[in-house]
């Protein structure tokens, strides 16, 4: 199974250095897009956050917050 990294809005905020009302905007836009959980909170894909943020290129640890992959429906 192959696995994909998510962010958290705050985690998002943090790694792009951006207000969470700027990460906020670009969702609600559709300009950023995520997966929504079962509890209403936003899964943000590493890779378009760096689509959408691509001046975000130093490391970043990801352990913790690596998530399988979620079939389509």
Request: aromatic share 8%.
């Amino acid at each position: 199974m192959s696995e994909r990294t998510f962010f958290s809005l705050s985690e998002a905020a943090r790694i792009t250095k951006k207000s969470k009302g700027t990460i906020s905007k670009a969702l609600s836009s559709g300009r950023l897009s995520y997966v929504s959980r079962e509890n209403g909170q936003y899964q943000i894909e590493a890779s378009e956050l760096l689509r959408v943020f691509p001046e975000v290129r130093s490391p970043v640890s990801y352990t913790h917050l690596t998530l399988p992959t979620h079939r389509e429906v």
